[in-house]
C-alpha cells in the first residue's frame, strides 16, 4: 500500500496566517469580530490572536456572505442568526467544489 501523507491540521492560527488566507488586511478581521459574535479567537498573554477552525469557518462564511454574496453587514448578520447551519452546509459544498475543482485542473494539467 502506498504511503499517503496525512494532512496537518493545526489547533490555532495567528492573525498573519489569518490574513494570508483571506488576503485582506488584519483591521478587516479585527473589524468583522467586533461585528458578528460568531468570531471569538482567544487571546494569549500578549494580547495576540488565535483563531481556531471554527473561527475560520466562520470567517469562510460571511467572506462569502459579505463579498460573493453581495450581503450587507447587517444582513449577514441576520442570516447567520436565522440560517446558520445552512450557511454552514452551504460553504462545506462551497469548498467541496473548489477542492474537484482543484483536482480537476491538475488532471488537465498533467495531460
Known amino acids: 500500500m502506498p ?5 496537518i491540521n493545526k489547533l490555532y492560527y ?4 489569518v490574513t ?3 488576503e485582506v488586511n488584519a483591521s478587516q478581521i479585527r473589524f468583522y ?3 458578528f459574535d460568531i468570531i471569538q479567537p482567544k487571546k494569549n498573554k500578549k494580547g495576540n490572536r488565535l483563531f481556531t477552525q471554527e473561527d475560520i469557518a466562520n470567517l ?3 467572506f462569502n456572505l459579505v463579498k460573493d454574496k453581495g450581503y450587507t ?3 449577514a448578520r441576520e442570516f447567520l442568526r436565522q440560517n446558520k447551519n445552512e450557511a454552514q452546509e452551504n460553504q462545506r459544498v462551497v469548498e467541496s ?3 474537484l475543482k482543484n483536482f480537476l ?3 488537465r494539467d498533467s495531460l
Open 3 to 7: 504511503y499517503k501523507e496525512r494532512e
Open 97 to 99: 467544489l473548489q477542492k
Open 33 to 35: 469580530e467586533r461585528e
Open 14 to 17: 495567528t492573525m498573519g496566517e
Open 60 to 62: 469562510k462564511i460571511i
Open 105 to 107: 485542473i491538475e488532471v
Open 20 to 22: 494570508s488566507m483571506f
Open 73 to 75: 453587514l447587517q444582513g
